[in-house]
T-cell receptor, first 115, second 114 residues
């Protein structure tokens, strides 16, 4: 069975400062990795994903994440945040051997960007 | 653009009522999913379907059932609603594995059971 741990439930950050959201997973098989964002009163949308290849993945809105297989981590970063980045962020994994492409989600990290 | 729609944004029901949550996608996706979202717990998979009339239990299927009679529509049914089913319900769809694996989400239905 897989599990995903997002180490911070809330991250306050000042505008134009960098932010890092931490994600660790456990799985006995190869996985795909995802970061989704949920803006207030909306559904989730994909920020970025790692399927294979380069371990540094770039996504939308200036976000990037690095897959580290030895540490089973997939941390999300942005060098300079905007007020509009205030949202909840979810890390998720997909077991490559499972039917369909079910996702297992972490508990989420709320990012509050302060002016 | 992929569009996933859910029948209601907000719903209030009474304990013991039968509740139907509807989800429709317009991208001809094979896979469809129902999650519930609770603070601190993230999203938890209730049921998913990888084809018409096919369904599989997710991590928390108890108290729920699903129906998929047409490819574009996936319904979540609460046979007898209880207060512990008060939650945000999110529907998602995705193409088959190997075609990017992105799930596309609807806006959610916030269900309150009184």
């Amino acid at each position: 069975a897989q599990s995903v741990t997002q180490l911070d439930s809330q991250v306050p950050v000042f505008e134009e400062a960098p932010v890092e959201l931490r994600c660790n997973y456990s799985s006995s098989v190869s996985v795909y990795l995802f970061w989704y964002v949920q803006y207030p009163n909306q559904g989730l949308q994909l920020l970025l994903k790692y399927l294979s290849g380069s371990t540094l993945v770039k996504g939308i809105n200036g976000f990037e994440a690095e897959f580290n297989k030895s540490q089973t981590s997939f941390h999300l970063r942005k060098p300079s945040v905007h007020i509009s980045d205030t949202a909840e962020y979810f890390c998720a994994v997909s077991d490559l051997k499972a039917a369909g492409n079910k996702l297992t989600f972490g508990g989420g990290t709320r990012v509050l960007v302060k002016p | 653009d992929v569009k996933v729609t859910q029948s209601s944004r907000y719903l209030v029901k009474r304990t013991g009522e039968k509740v139907f949550l509807e989800c429709v996608q317009d991208m001809d996706h094979e896979n469809m999913f129902w999650y519930r979202q609770d603070p601190g717990l993230g999203l938890r998979l209730i049921y998913f379907s990888y084809d018409v009339k096919m369904k599989e239990k997710g991590d928390i299927p108890e108290g729920y059932s699903v129906s998929r009679e047409k490819k574009e529509r996936f319904s979540l049914i609460l046979e007898s609603a209880s207060t512990n089913q008060t939650s945000m319900y999110l529907c998602a769809s995705s193409p088959p594995r190997g075609m990017g694996d992105t799930q596309y989400f609807g806006p959610g239905t916030r269900l309150t059971v009184l």
